[in-house]
């Protein structure tokens, strides 16, 4: 008897590591502005005959109502692409994003801090969503009803880690990587009235217009319009919080080191007035009431951790959010992504300016309303500067933190073929065995695909660059 209850208790102790090593799991976080290109890259590290199931977090956990490649909190499940090799295509494959900001992920996965991540945990409707991240109309989509906590696996930034307070050679067993160029423009808020007419005097904005707006918040009318009658009537220059990659790129750009002083404003759209990062009247607001600056759909975040970052708006979409107000003091300018600012105005990149005179695409102005491709050649050649380098960083050995549900083989590098990063992360620069063809499945097979896809790429290959520099924000040069 005793015999038989020990040769049950080992086949049950071998079934449950057996279901274990079943299932392999990757937990990413970091980066808002490039969300919609890692969502869309993950769908396709599934079999194509069988799609992820994917859940969305719920607006208590980072999500929001859009259920699309733009959400910050999203779960996928399911069987592997064949490419995976290292991961096992027998396995299942599950990928948990959350999305804070770039210095938010590196701190995250530099201290291994417990994130809260959505599980593949609710009801589920058969292909709601498309390889590309659009929701299928008329389907149902999921919310997860789970949650985990568990620390990073990835994190991507928009910036270099060097440029932050967080860089990645301090810290042992990461390892940081580079994945594309994101292209970043400046946009004009839509407004009403008095702010609609003071806006219709910018069509561009020049470096010194930018500096002077990162110091002061606001940048004086006068100096597009050249009327000292002007010199009162503020254009305010809205910023994201201290932990926005996009932000970094923004004051690096301006010779400003991470830390300085920054000067935020916010727009009180109910009131159709402005306030002060300090002030404490803001209880109409769509923010967490107790942390006076602070705003944001996402609220006080995972840890409350959104409430460590100075002041200023969450996320890229909150911005892009206050734009989109039609207000007659919405008088307001931001530096913004590609993805983030095609949803100001009333068409595609309706309200986006030029930068000392050089338009991000070779459309120039008639990238307002865009439906096709993008042409980034301004960027690729070098002439036009507002741009920044997406990185990521990720664990060397996932045994480390103790958290982790994948292994050190099966998670690999950009340069190991068959691992989960050696197709996520592939790129034709650094990859010898893909000789200039992207890999499907990889984040550069999806911007490559973007090119000629309806409604335009949002971010570009490093392959396709011929400009480079040095450092975030630095002057440009040749390869």
């Excluded at 090593?21 to 069988?50: D, K, M, P, Q, W």
């Excluded at 004086?220 to 932000?247: M, Q």
């Excluded at 967490?288 to 705003?295: D, K």
Aim: aromatic share 8%.
């Amino acid at each position: 008897m005793k015999t038989k209850s020990l040769l049950t208790l080992a086949v049950c102790l071998a079934s449950a590591t057996s279901l274990m090593a079943s299932t392999v799991e990757v937990f990413i976080t970091g980066a808002t502005a490039f969300r919609a290109n890692i969502f869309t890259a993950c769908c396709r590290l599934y079999s194509g005959s069988t799609p992820a199931n994917i859940y969305f977090g719920d607006a208590s956990h980072a999500g929001d109502a859009n259920y699309n490649n733009s959400t910050a909190q999203w779960c996928m499940t399911g069987t592997p692409v064949t490419g995976l090799t290292n991961v096992g295509t027998a396995n299942t494959l599950v990928i948990h994003g959350t999305f804070t900001g770039s210095l938010q992920g590196l701190r995250a996965i530099e201290t291994k801090e417990g994130l809260q991540f959505a599980q593949p945990s609710g009801t589920f409707v058969s292909n709601s969503i498309t390889a590309n991240g659009t929701p299928v109309a008329g389907v149902p989509l999921n919310t997860a009803n789970a949650y985990v906590t568990n620390s990073a696996t990835i994190a991507f930034s928009d910036s270099d880690s060097a440029a932050t307070t967080w860089p990645v050679a301090n810290y042992a067993n990461l390892l940081q990587e580079d994945v594309a160029i994101v292209p970043f423009v400046l946009v004009k808020s839509v407004g009403g009235g008095a702010a609609a007419a003071a806006l219709a005097n910018i069509g561009n904005v020049t470096s010194d217009q930018l500096y002077f707006g990162i110091t002061k918040g606001f940048i004086p009318l006068s100096s597009w319009t050249y009327n000292v009658a002007d010199t009162n009537s503020p254009i305010y220059l809205l910023e994201r919080t201290s932990d926005s990659g996009t932000r970094r790129n923004e004051t690096a750009y301006s010779y400003l080191e991470q830390g300085d002083t920054v000067v935020t404003y916010l727009y009180d759209y109910t009131n159709n007035v402005w306030y002060a990062s300090a002030s404490t009247n803001q209880s109409t607001w769509p923010i967490n009431g107790t942390q006076p600056g602070i705003i944001g759909s996402e609220g006080p975040g995972v840890n409350n951790d959104n409430l460590l970052w100075t002041s200023g708006y969450i996320g890229g979409g909150d911005i892009k959010n206050s734009l989109n107000k039609t207000g007659t003091a919405n008088a307001a300018l931001a530096w913004l992504s590609m993805s983030d600012s095609k949803g100001v105005g009333s068409s595609n990149w309706a309200t986006v300016v030029s930068f000392n005179g050089v338009w991000p695409t070779a459309a120039g102005a008639l990238i307002h309303g865009n439906t096709g491709t993008n042409d980034f050649s301004p960027v690729t050649s070098g002439q036009y500067p507002v741009w920044g380098k997406e990185v990521l960083v990720h664990l060397v050995d996932p045994n480390v933190p103790g958290d982790q549900h994948i292994s050190k083989t099966a998670l690999g590098n950009q340069t190991s073929p068959g691992s989960f990063l050696g197709v996520f992360n592939a790129q034709t620069l650094v990859s010898t065995n893909l000789a200039g063809v992207p890999l499907t499945g990889s984040i550069e097979n999806e911007i490559q695909l973007s090119k000629t896809a309806s409604g335009g790429a949002t971010a570009i290959r490093l392959s396709d660059m011929t400009a480079n520099r040095s450092y975030v924000g630095g002057p440009l040069a040749p390869f």
